[in-house]
Nanobody, 126 residues
């Protein structure tokens, strides 16, 4: 099972920027997609962006398009989410997710076979 761990996040004023980083590793050596999800208390966890192992497929949730950007290193094991022009409604716990075997697709808004990191809190004050 792919292991994932997030870092980054924190508190920022509206209009500011933050980065989240996800580091993943696969004991089996198989490729995997990576994605970012977020969750606020009392609501379901929803996807906001993802990238396939091949890199040929990326997806962003409409509400973050043009503000959030993913970048991945050459090993494909580290994924950074650059979050710009943050809004109070972006406040949530952010999770990195990996789906093993997702070579040419990524999970999009939901993932039923992902492994998850422990989460990183992002708080945007107005």
């Amino acid at each position: 099972q792919v292991q994932v761990m997030e870092s980054g996040g924190g508190l920022v004023q509206a209009g500011g920027s933050l980065n989240l980083s996800c580091t993943a590793s696969s004991p089996t050596g198989r490729g995997y997609s990576l994605g970012w999800f977020r969750q606020v208390p009392g609501k379901e966890r929803v996807g906001i962006s993802c990238i396939s192992w091949s890199g040929g497929v990326t997806w962003y949730r409409d509400s973050v398009k043009g503000r959030f950007f993913m970048s991945r290193d050459a090993t494909r094991n580290t994924l950074v989410l650059e979050m710009n022009n943050l809004k109070p409604e972006d406040t949530a716990m952010y999770y990195c997710a990996a789906e093993e075997g997702a070579f040419d697709y990524c999970s999009g808004p939901r993932c039923f076979s992902c492994t998850w990191g422990q989460g990183a809190q992002v708080t945007v004050s107005s």
